[in-house]
């Protein structure tokens, strides 16, 4: 056998040569597969034109998260904490001014919301009174008063009004449920046509709040 033939019966004998092609095609397939893959991604991403930024938020859920700490980016919108947290900023900067930081409210001009009839009412009704606001008489611990209260469904989110809903009801010693952001929503579109403030504990002991 002379040395040629030699080398050439070698090559074509040597399992690992002839074997080790069959591995040039995984890199291959990661290849394709990593490709697909990004290109299944992008495809699906790019459908849905509801999101505003590449992070997955919606431009509100974002401005929403600004507004408030991390917690409530993770947690259900209807979280208990999350409620009493958001609401106690709220009442702070929205219904401090008149009802006092204690609920207290100050005599013969704002009413007390600490044991006040009306936050431990039926939920729906104190959401009403945030959303439109309220005039003329209404007892509340036994005293009267007669002023205004301002609406703030203008001012205030369905989120800002559950959470400060939730707040003063349980706090001031309250103790009562959630108020659930839907509710809110609900209440609304039920109300959606009034312009007026509720004219007075007549007009609120009219309603159905169930
Ligand atoms: C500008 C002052 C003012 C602000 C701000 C204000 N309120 Fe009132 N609120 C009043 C007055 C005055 C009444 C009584 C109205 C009446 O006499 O008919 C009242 C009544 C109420 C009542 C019913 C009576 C009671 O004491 O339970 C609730 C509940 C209430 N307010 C909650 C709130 C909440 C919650 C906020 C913040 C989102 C708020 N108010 C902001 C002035 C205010």
Redesign the pocket.
């Known amino acids: 056998m002379n040395f040629k033939q030699d080398r050439l019966e070698n090559e074509k004998n040597d399992p690992l040569e002839s074997s080790s092609l069959r591995y040039i095609n995984i890199p291959i397939v990661l290849i394709a597969l990593f490709v697909g893959f990004g290109v299944t991604y992008l495809t699906l991403r790019t459908q849905d034109t509801s999101l505003g930024l590449g992070d997955s938020r919606t431009v509100p859920s974002s401005n929403a998260a600004n507004n408030s700490d991390s917690t409530s980016e993770t947690k259900d919108p209807n979280d208990f904490a999350v409620l009493m947290d958001k609401g106690k900023r709220?009442?702070t900067t929205?219904?401090q001014?008149?009802?006092q930081a204690t609920g207290a409210?100050v005599p013969n001009?704002?009413?007390?919301?600490a044991e006040?009839?009306?936050?431990n009412g039926p939920p729906k009704q104190?959401v009403a009174?945030?959303l439109h606001g309220?005039?003329?008489?209404?007892h509340?611990k036994g005293q009267k008063?007669?002023?205004?209260?301002?609406a703030?469904k203008g001012q205030?989110t369905s989120e800002d009004?559950a959470a400060?809903?939730t707040y003063?009801r349980n706090s001031f010693g309250n103790k009562m449920d959630l108020v659930p952001i839907e509710m809110v929503d609900q209440l609304k579109e039920e109300t959606q046509s009034r312009t007026l403030l509720w004219n007075?504990e007549t007009e609120l002991k009219a309603q159905n709040w169930e």
Do not use: D, K, N, R
């Open positions: 709220v009442y929205t219904c001014a008149c009802h409210g001009a704002f009413p007390p919301l006040s009839e009306w936050v104190l009174i945030i309220l005039q003329g008489e209404i509340v008063f007669q002023g205004i209260m301002p703030f205030l009004i400060v809903s003063v007075g």
